[in-house]
C-alpha cells in the first residue's frame, strides 16, 4: 500500500486485520447456512461463532509454512477452536471467502469515496456561486477567447463530479456481488442455498455465474472509474497550476506559514500539490490497465490477477481517496485574484471582443467575409504593433459608420459574455 497517503478511514478497511475480520464473517455465515440445511450441528456453529479468533501474526506465521494465506487464516482459526473445527471452511473452496470479503472491502471503499465526492460538490457549489460573477478571460489552446465567468469553471467540474459520483454509484453495484459456488463455480460441492444465504448476509448479490472466482470485468470498471475520478481531479489541478503561473497570477492553492517552496529559492510559492494531484492520476491509469489485463485469466482460473490485485485494489482507492481529500482542501482554501483577472482581461488591448465586433457589423450590412476580414485585419495589426485593438477599430472609416462610438464601445462590455450565466446555472440546480 501507499502509506504515505493512506487516511486512518481508507487505510483501516485495507488492513490485514479487516480483511481477516471479513474472511471470518464470511465463514461463519456459511456455517450458519449449512446448519439451516441440517449439514452441520447448530451447537458446532454456536461454538465456533462465539470462540473463532486469529491473529495477523500468527497468520503470517503459518503462511511462511503452508505459502498459502487462506489456509494459514483457516488453520489459525482452528486453533481457538476444538473439534468443532472440523466444520470450518467446509465445502469451500479459498476464493469463496475471498472473493466474497473482497467485494465487501470494495463496498466500503466506495462508500468513503462517495462521501468524499460529496463533499467535493459541495464545495464547488460554493465557488461556482461565490464566483459566479467575477468577469475572467477565457482561453483556447491556451490563448485569450473571450470573457466569461470564474464561476463557470467550477460550475463545469462540479457537473463532471456529478457525473464520476454516478459512474462510482453504478460500479459499487457491480462489485457488490459474491460467490460460493466452489472450485469451479458449479456447486458441486456446496449447495446453492450457502451462497444465497451468505450473500444476503454480507450485503451482497450471488454472482449469477461464476468460476473458481468472481469475473475480473468487475474490478477492471471499478478501477477505471477511479481512473476517470482522478482524470478530473487532475483537470482541476491543472487549471489551478496553469492560473497560478507568474505570469497569470489569477488562483494559487493555499500556501501556508512556514511552507517552504525551495530548498534554493526562498521566494517560491509552487503548486505541489496540484502538480502531485497530476503524477497521482498517471497513477490511477496505470492500474486501470493492470485491472483490464486481469480479465481474461485461464479456463476457471489461474493466480496471475491476485498478485496485482494486492496491489491496485488497496491502492487505487487509497490514492483517490487522497487526491479527493486534497482537492477538496485546495479548492475550500483557494487565493483568488480578481484584480488579476481584470487586468488580464485588458491584456490584449481588446482583441477578446473581436467576435462581437463582426457580428455587430453582419447586423448592420456587411457579408460575413467583408467583416471577418476587416475586423482581423485590424486585430493581426493590433497584434503586430501592440496598439489598442479598440483604437485602431475606432479609427477604421467602415466600422465608424456602420457602428458608431456609442455601439463600438457597447461591444467591449464584459459582463455581455455573463448575461446567459443564470440560465447555466439554472440546469445544474444551484
Known sequence: MIERYTHPEMGNIWSLENRYKKFLAVEICALEAWAELGAIPRDAVKKIAENASFSVERIEELEKETRHDVVAFTRCVAESLGKESRFFH??????????TALSVLLSEAAELLQKKLNELEEVLIGQAKRYRET???????????????????????????RRNRGRLERVAEGVRVGKMSGAVGNFAHIDPFIEEYVCRKMGLEPAPVSTQVLQRDRHAEFVSVLALIGATLEKMALEV???????TSEMEEPFYSGQKGSSAMPHKRNPVTCEKICGLSRLLRGYATAALENVALWHERDISHSSVERVILPDSTIVTDHM?????????????????????????????????????????????????????????????????????????????????????????????????VDYIYKRLGI
Open 135 to 161: 468577469p475572467a478571460v477565457g482561453r483556447t489552446h491556451g490563448v485569450h477567447a473571450e470573457p466569461t465567468s470564474l464561476g463557470l469553471k467550477f460550475a463545469l467540474w462540479l457537473a463532471e463530479t
Open 90 to 99: 467446509y465445502g469451500l473452496t479459498s476464493y469463496d471467502v475471498v472473493d
Open 324 to 420: 479527493l481529500r486534497q482537492m477538496i482542501r485546495i479548492l475550500r482554501e483557494l487565493k483568488v485574484r480578481p484584480e488579476n483577472m481584470a487586468r488580464n482581461l485588458e491584456l490584449t488591448g481588446g482583441l477578446i471582443y473581436s467576435q462581437r465586433v463582426l457580428l455587430e457589423l453582419v447586423e448592420r450590412g456587411l457579408s460575413r467575409e467583408e467583416a471577418y476580414d476587416l475586423v482581423q485585419s485590424r486585430a493581426m495589426e493590433a497584434w503586430n504593433s501592440g496598439r489598442s485593438f479598440r483604437d485602431l477599430l475606432a479609427e477604421d472609416e467602415v466600422i465608424r459608420e456602420r457602428l458608431g462610438q456609442e455601439k463600438l464601445a457597447a461591444c467591449f462590455d464584459p459582463a455581455y459574455y455573463r448575461r446567459h
Open 241 to 247: 497550476r496553469n492560473l497560478q503561473r507568474t505570469e
